[in-house]
């Protein structure tokens, strides 16, 4: 039993600085070439990312293609200072949030000058999740008057958490989430309420960080696995070592089994992935076009993860 093939994008967050070190100019042209060879064509930032670094290192690798066969998205709303050094992706010291109206047009400017462009497809408001308020009466507003003059696309939220993008869809017209993490083997949360909403309104789901920041690709085990950037504590290990149990008796990498299940939703729409090395990439590709056996879904309801589906 397996989802048909969905369409996948990349994030280049790593292009920018994180807690580890930066991908190195090279090897970022090397991914890239590779994902284009591959037929990846819809690639996201934001000006957090390296305080812009990720949107001026993109910009530069989006020369070489035609700029109408790639979607590009980009975020307002959150920020750093540029190549400052990170201590916690999620929740790093120094970080600053501003939704306000002019703020946001400030910065789709600015991205759209890093990025070497003159619209962005795609235009997300960045983590406001103790911000919703403001986004709603400051970014979302601003957002929709470049969409109306062609300066923007489409416009939505992207956050980690599903009740973000569930009060601002209540509240606001939306075309597209980037919804991250909160539709994983490890975590169910964006389906009770929010996919639901999705499906009713016509509201596009791209669904990121199907891995939950690694341990849902690298097992539990691996020294360096994060769960949600952070090291997974005994109880999400333990948790992992089940379903990776309930994976292999189905013959079925636990990898292949994150992808397939975080893509199996019919309001998900898309899955993005992170940057890597191009085997990584193609092994990513090739997992998803494999099929998933009969019975896993089944299997992995009895440790209380619900079809992906949404059926019973």
């Not at 910009?59 to 050094?85: H, I, M, N, Q």
């Not at 003059?149 to 993008?165: E, M």
């Not at 980037?178 to 789901?205: E, K, W, Y």
């Not at 019975?295 to 992995?300: I, Y």
Request: overall charge negative; aromatic content about 6%; hydrophobic content about 45%.
């Amino acid at each position: 039993m397996s989802a048909a093939v969905k369409p996948v994008g990349l994030g280049f967050a790593l292009l920018g600085t994180t807690n580890t070190a930066p991908i190195p100019e090279d090897a970022a042209e090397a991914m890239f070439a590779a994902a284009w060879d591959m037929g990846l064509r819809r690639f996201d930032t934001a000006p957090l990312y390296g305080g812009g670094l990720s949107e001026q290192r993109l910009g530069r690798l989006l020369r070489t293609v035609p700029r109408a066969a790639y979607v590009l998205s980009s975020k307002v709303g959150r920020y750093r200072d540029f190549a400052a050094a990170v201590d916690n992706p999620r929740d790093n010291p120094g970080d600053w949030h501003d939704y306000s109206r002019d703020a946001t047009l400030r910065s789709v400017e600015a991205s759209l000058k890093r990025l070497g462009t003159d619209r962005l497809d795609i235009a997300f408001v960045h983590d406001c999740d103790a911000d919703v308020p403001a986004a709603l009466d400051g970014a979302l507003p601003a957002l929709a008057e470049l969409k109306a003059q062609g300066v923007v696309g489409a416009i939505g939220c992207g956050s980690n958490v599903a009740a973000t993008h569930l009060a601002l869809a209540q509240r606001a017209d939306l075309d597209v989430l980037m919804v991250a993490g909160r539709f994983t083997l490890l975590d169910q949360s964006a389906a009770q309420a929010l996919f639901p909403l999705c499906l009713s309104r016509g509201i596009a789901v791209e669904l990121a960080a199907p891995f939950n920041s690694g341990i849902l690709a690298t097992g539990p085990d691996h020294p360096a696995t994060r769960f949600d950037y952070q090291t997974p504590d005994d109880d999400t290990r333990a948790r992992v070592r089940a379903i990776q149990s309930v994976c292999r008796a189905h013959g079925v990498p636990l990898k292949r089994a994150a992808l397939h299940y975080s893509a199996a939703h019919p309001a998900v729409t898309r899955l993005v992935l992170g940057l890597t090395a191009p085997e990584g990439l193609r092994s990513n590709l090739d997992d998803l076009a494999a099929p998933v056996p009969p019975g896993l879904w089944g299997a992995l309801a009895d440790l209380g993860i619900p079809a992906p589906t949404g059926d019973a």
